[in-house]
């Protein structure tokens, strides 16, 4: 699937302190959510639909990715 990235208005977490090691996120055009690599804004992005997004997002949130 190809999605169009170029007017993606890209983000970083307020966390994130501005150093360059960070993920930042696009909420596009059509629901999908954009991330990408902060170091390497050219290259490629990962693509999620809204209920993927919702259910990593909530993984998070509930710990479920905690390093045990």
Do not use: H
Not at 8 to 21: I, V
Not at 22 to 46: H, M, Q, W, Y
């Amino acid at each position: 699937m190809n999605v169009e990235l170029t007017n993606a208005r890209w983000f970083k977490s307020s966390y994130s302190q501005g150093g360059s090691d960070c993920v930042e996120v696009a909420f596009l055009e059509g629901g999908g959510i954009g991330v990408r690599d902060s170091k390497n804004p050219t290259g490629p992005a990962l693509v999620f639909a809204p209920g993927e997004w919702d259910a990593f997002t909530g993984g998070v949130n509930d710990g479920e990715f905690d390093r045990r």
